[in-house]
């Protein structure tokens, strides 16, 4: 007969407690592995394009398109990343000037650039996707999702059609009594601050239209509280990778300010980060055009979203006014009488500024980066002229 010490006995306790306790750690973790890879909705790459552009169309659009170019920024004078594609053939592309000044590190094809608002298209997409997934609901109130947040009227819509009412953070954390700015501000630090400072709306909840970057750093949190992953985590599980965006990413405050590109004034001055750098979901995406081509050809295939949501992206919800100017879920507009649309987005963030101008009709995309300051990146949306009916002028005005 085997005779067992008492210190031995506890010992073999102690031991089976500590082994059950990794089991259900290693069960948790499978658990939200598994969420990811079989709940968590992807993009799709579009494998097929409904028709490839002739050689002959190629070279002519090309001609046009260097023409442009080399007015808009002669003697090689750009700094940033350009590309224009058709039925996502690639027309034109250029990469010039220098991702780092001082290094003398030059932009290529695979350099990262900062997005700034560009960032906001993508957020939306992934909210999107969610909803198309049954993950979420467009008209479901953001207080059901995030139990703290303080405005009962507010939905997943009003955020992604700047419709809501909140205040930017960029203004209300200005005030010394409201924010330290000697601290770095977070997207849960906003949702603190609205929640313990009793930010009042700027106005009822979809009365109106206005601008707000708080819109797109609240969805980010929604989009973590819903795929239980990081922001970042969850843009690459459920864009980046699927559509072998390889030179995107999520900025990470702690772990890229000193990798990432710098932006700079119009003089080549280098603008240091501040204490909003850290937020994510209005900006802080870093990506590439020929990495926008691939998200923007995802965007049209059919099999995106269903065509019933698909109609709400593109539909106008900021015109109270009579104009031409509008903006739907995550894009901006342009809607003529005539019928004609234009989608696009632009960014700007110390430095950097964007252009992201995607025409579903023509299947052409448009994409300018630059991470020196110019508003030149804005004027690539004349190029649409060469590929349908819009009223821009292609020439200087």
Not at 62 to 85: C, H, I, M, R
Not at 108 to 115: A, C, K, M
Not at 153 to 163: F, G, M, S
Not at 224 to 244: C, D, H, R, Y
Request: proline fraction near 4%; charged fraction near 25%.
């Amino acid at each position: 007969m085997i005779i067992l010490k008492k210190t031995n006995i506890l010992q073999i306790i102690l031991l089976l407690l500590v082994l059950g306790s990794c089991k259900d750690e290693t069960n948790s973790k499978a658990k939200e592995e598994s969420f990811v890879e079989d709940t968590l909705p992807k993009m799709k790459p579009l494998i097929k394009e409904s028709s490839i552009p002739t050689t002959a169309y190629i070279n002519s659009k090309k001609a046009e398109v260097t023409s442009f170019y080399n007015k808009k920024w002669p003697n090689q004078s750009a700094n940033g990343s350009f590309l224009v594609a058709k039925n996502g053939q690639i027309i034109y592309e250029k990469y010039e000037g220098f991702a780092n000044f001082r290094s003398k590190t030059k932009i290529t094809t695979n350099t990262p650039l900062h997005l700034a608002s560009v960032s906001k298209v993508i957020t939306a997409t992934a909210i999107l996707l969610l909803i198309d997934g049954k993950k979420i609901d467009l008209n479901q109130k953001i207080n059901t999702i995030l139990k703290e947040f303080p405005y009962p009227e507010v939905t997943i819509k009003t955020l992604l059609n700047h419709r809501s009412g909140i205040r930017n953070y960029s203004y209300f954390t200005d005030k010394k009594e409201i924010w330290d700015r000697h601290d770095i501000l977070t997207n849960k630090d906003i949702l603190n601050l609205l929640v313990t400072k009793d930010i009042d709306l700027e106005f009822k909840t979809d009365s109106r239209f206005s601008y707000c970057n708080t819109n797109y750093a609240i969805l980010a949190l929604v989009i973590e509280k819903i795929t239980q992953l990081s922001f970042k985590e969850a843009m690459s599980e459920m864009i980046f990778k699927p559509l072998g965006m390889k030179n995107t990413y999520v900025y990470d405050y702690e772990k890229d300010k000193k990798t990432a590109v710098p932006s700079y004034k119009g003089n080549k001055v280098e603008i240091g980060l501040d204490h909003l750098d850290a937020i994510y979901g209005d900006k802080n995406i870093y990506s590439t055009p020929r990495d926008l081509l691939k998200f923007d050809r995802a965007r049209n295939s059919a099999e995106f979203l269903n065509p019933t949501l698909l109609k709400q992206v593109y539909h106008g919800y900021s015109n109270e006014r009579k104009g031409t100017k509008n903006y739907g879920l995550g894009i901006r507009m342009i809607n003529w009488p005539t019928g004609q649309n234009f989608y696009f987005h632009n960014g700007w963030w110390h430095g950097n500024t964007s252009a992201f101008i995607t025409l579903p009709k023509d299947q052409v995309t448009i994409i300018a980066l630059s991470n020196k300051f110019t508003r030149k990146t804005y004027d690539v949306r004349k190029l649409a002229v060469l590929f349908g009916d819009y009223p821009f002028k292609i020439e200087d005005d």
